[in-house]
């Protein structure tokens, strides 16, 4: 082996919260786990507003999703109770609910058609007359015409959720190679960890590639092979609510967003006093430039959400990559290539899917089996294409596991 080249049980390409937590539970359940990220910890989270919204954000044709962002939404407080422990950080978990609300009648017709459809899903969630949001929520501009409040739908700080992730890596002995992926290696037909951009290699017995939007560009992995993972830049704004009485309550109790002009705009009060403002949707691939435009759009339309935010100090402006996967699912489980596992294309649930991500990750990374939960989600619904792999390569639903069973067909 080349002088600082290492190997491990699992290798995790990527040091972002979905990187990270996969390596985590990798390593609780007694893997030797490397991660290979020039900056771990950083990543999409570092921009995320950290709204959990599995009820606010379903959208039509997602229902499966909506199973899955259900499943880790629940998970949430036991997962961060053992996080926080873990790690002796604080998460910035807050279960303070969310109210959308609408300001004109299409919004309204809008907000009215999701009501209809999360009463459909059993979801819970209460139409409110515009009196009663502002009621909730003073600093609401009197053109609220109504809204939903949503009572499951809380929030964290996906910052502090990075950081806590990272000491628990730590803690738990998962080592980390601080420099870029170059390309997977694949020996006989099986994937067999990374060489990395110094040109020394982390080898290992299964590669997780979990590198946000940059997954499906690494060298070295079959064409064909993984799904298409996209960037779609989100810009984001963070502010500072005044003090008072000891407490940033005044002016934002839960998160607040609504539908403006057709874009979505967010508003997410921390305990800390941190207000988010978010968040653009724009598909200019890798650019991560802050607009002015950008800037303007969000203020203006959380100005008339509501109007005291102007008066706040602008704290940072920034923008991010959301990976997303041609259904706005993540992918997550076996690929056509032995040994080589995905977990990426959480779009616009990275914060919120951690947690069974996490779960389901430790259990095929130790085990072979996926969880039933997330079995709807792994990269064979997009069709791998077997034609490209080696000629030794066993197909989907019959590669063996580890321990030598043949392993489940998992969609
Ligand atoms: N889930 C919030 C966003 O993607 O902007």
């Known amino acids: 082996m080349r002088a600082g080249s290492t190997h491990s049980d699992v290798a995790v390409v990527g040091g972002g919260i979905i990187g990270?937590?996969?390596?985590?539970?990798?390593?609780?359940?007694?893997?030797?786990?490397?991660?290979?990220?020039?900056?771990p910890g950083g990543g999409a989270a570092r921009v995320a507003a950290g709204m959990l919204a599995a009820v606010t954000e379903l959208h039509y044709g997602e229902e499966?999703?909506?199973?899955?962002?259900?499943?880790?939404?629940?998970?949430?407080?036991?997962?961060?109770?053992?996080?926080?422990?873990?790690?002796?950080?604080?998460?910035?978990?807050?279960?303070?609910?969310?109210?959308?609300?609408?300001?004109?009648?299409?919004?309204?017709?809008?907000?009215?058609?999701?009501?209809?459809?999360?009463?459909?899903c059993g979801l819970e969630?209460?139409?409110?007359?515009?009196?009663?949001?502002?009621?909730?929520?003073?600093?609401?501009?009197?053109?609220?015409?109504?809204?939903?409040?949503?009572?499951?739908?809380?929030?964290?700080?996906?910052?502090?959720?990075?950081?806590a992730l990272l000491l628990a890596c730590e803690r738990a002995g998962v080592v980390f190679r601080r420099a870029a992926a170059a390309e997977l290696t694949v020996e006989r037909g099986r994937a067999a960890g990374v060489r990395l951009d110094d040109g020394t290699r982390a080898e290992a017995g299964q590669t997780v590639l979990a590198a946000g939007s940059w997954t499906s560009r690494l060298a070295g992995v079959p064409e064909g092979l993984l799904p298409p993972v996209r960037p779609v830049k989100g810009q984001v704004l963070r502010l500072r609510m005044p003090r008072r009485d000891g407490t940033y309550g005044p002016f934002l109790s839960r998160t607040v967003r609504a539908v403006v002009r057709g874009g979505s705009v967010y508003l997410v009060p921390r305990a800390n006093g941190e207000l988010v403002i978010g968040a653009t949707s724009e598909e200019l691939g890798w650019d991560t430039t802050v607009t002015a435009g950008g800037v303007y759009e969000l203020l203006r339309d959380a100005h008339e959400l509501a109007p005291g935010v102007t008066e706040l100090p602008l704290t940072e402006t920034s923008a991010g990559l959301r990976p997303a996967t041609p259904d706005n699912a993540p992918v997550i489980g076996p690929t056509a290539l032995p040994d080589l596992r995905l977990a990426a294309g959480?779009?616009?649930?990275?914060?919120l899917l951690t947690p069974v991500t996490g779960d389901a990750m430790g259990e095929l990374l130790a085990t072979g089996?996926?969880?039933?939960?997330?079995?709807?989600?792994?990269?064979?619904?997009?069709?791998?294409?077997?034609?490209?792999?080696?000629?030794?390569?066993?197909?989907?639903?019959?590669?063996?596991?580890?321990?030598g069973e043949p392993q489940e067909r998992s969609a």
């Open 346 to 351: 959480h779009y616009r649930n990275g914060v």
């Open 20 to 39: 990270l937590v996969t390596a985590w539970r990798a390593a609780q359940r007694g893997l030797s786990t490397t991660v290979i990220d020039p900056e």
């Open 64 to 120: 499966a999703l909506l199973a899955l962002n259900l499943a880790s939404s629940a998970r949430y407080p036991d997962f961060v109770a053992e996080l926080e422990k873990a790690s002796g950080q604080e998460t910035g978990y807050r279960p303070c609910g969310t109210l959308a609300v609408a300001l004109d009648a299409d919004d309204r017709a809008h907000l009215r058609e999701l009501h209809a459809l999360q009463q459909r």
């Open 369 to 403: 089996e996926l969880p039933e939960v997330a079995r709807a989600f792994t990269p064979e619904r997009f069709g791998g294409d077997e034609a490209a792999l080696p000629s030794a390569q066993v197909p989907y639903g019959s590669e063996q596991s580890k321990h």
């Open 125 to 163: 969630s209460q139409w409110l007359t515009g009196r009663e949001c502002r009621r909730l929520e003073p600093m609401l501009a009197p053109s609220v015409r109504g809204g939903l409040r949503i009572d499951a739908d809380h929030q964290t700080d996906p910052r502090r959720l990075a950081t």
